[in-house]
């Protein structure tokens, strides 16, 4: 393949994906991770893509959230994985908040039934965790985001305000080692925003794939994330990294 069509070809991916790692690009193109970096300083210096920590992003704006039913089915051994992890954090009585993540929903299928109360806005969770009698399900309300079916906005913001839980479990669409946690619209950021809020201990819940990537609206920065759970994909830079940021690092095997 000659320099120009790998060039073309790397812009193609990153606007495709909104974001793509070095190390997934070294693999493709069967050249080094130093090649790979020069590539991507070129494109950039070309306004054609924007480095980030890893990897690159898409320069395109990336307002709009994808399709539930579309993240679903993207890279579900590791949400799978990472959602029982997060699980095992769960005690009988604990207050818990869940996204409307389609992590979260693997973790709604995984919890077992023991008494506990689950404030969402999704929902895919509510109606997933309706079949546990022991479980106390409270839905946000609000207005219907259809791409996520998820409830946002005004009304949704204020009833989170009423409500104090023990745990909030958080996915998000972009996880950056200096920008922080970001997601793909602003009414998603303000429900998180508003979900770290009233948690005493946060859980961010990202496989790997969503490392190096930032996203159109930033949720929070690292102060106020206790926990990421990831999976094995997680490079060791990125996990000493957030380590120094006194971040716990749990790798769902």
Not at 98 to 110: G, I, R, V
Not at 229 to 237: A, K, L, T, V, Y
Request: aromatic residues 6%.
């Amino acid at each position: 393949m000659l320099v120009a069509e790998r060039y073309e070809r790397i812009v193609q991916l990153v606007n495709e994906r909104g974001s793509i790692r070095v190390s997934e690009l070294s693999e493709l193109f069967e050249v080094t991770e130093e090649t790979i970096r020069r590539d991507l300083d070129k494109l950039e210096q070309a306004g054609r893509l924007r480095r980030s920590h890893g990897g690159a992003v898409s320069v395109k704006d990336h307002p709009v959230e994808t399709p539930y039913f579309d993240r679903e089915v993207v890279r579900v051994e590791e949400k799978k994985k990472i959602a029982l992890e997060a699980v095992k954090l769960i005690q009988p009585h604990d207050r818990i908040i869940l996204d409307a993540s389609s992590t979260a929903w693997y973790m709604a299928k995984s919890v077992p039934d023991i008494p506990l109360t689950v404030l969402t806005n999704s929902i895919k969770v509510a109606v997933e965790l309706s079949s546990k009698e022991k479980v106390e399900v409270i839905s946000t309300g609000g207005s219907l985001a259809s791409r996520s079916l998820s409830y946002v906005g005004p009304l949704a913001e204020r009833s989170l305000d009423t409500y104090h839980v023990d745990k909030a479990f958080l996915s998000c669409r972009g996880v950056h080692l200096e920008w922080g946690v970001s997601e793909s619209n602003e009414l998603q950021a303000r429900m998180k925003q508003k979900m770290i809020g009233i948690a005493d201990q946060v859980y961010l819940l990202a496989d790997s794939s969503k490392f190096g990537t930032q996203a159109l609206a930033q949720v929070v920065g690292w102060e106020e994330i206790g926990t990421v759970i990831s999976d094995n994909g997680i490079s060791f830079e990125d996990v000493e990294r957030l380590q120094e940021r006194s971040i716990e690092i749990i790798r769902a095997e």
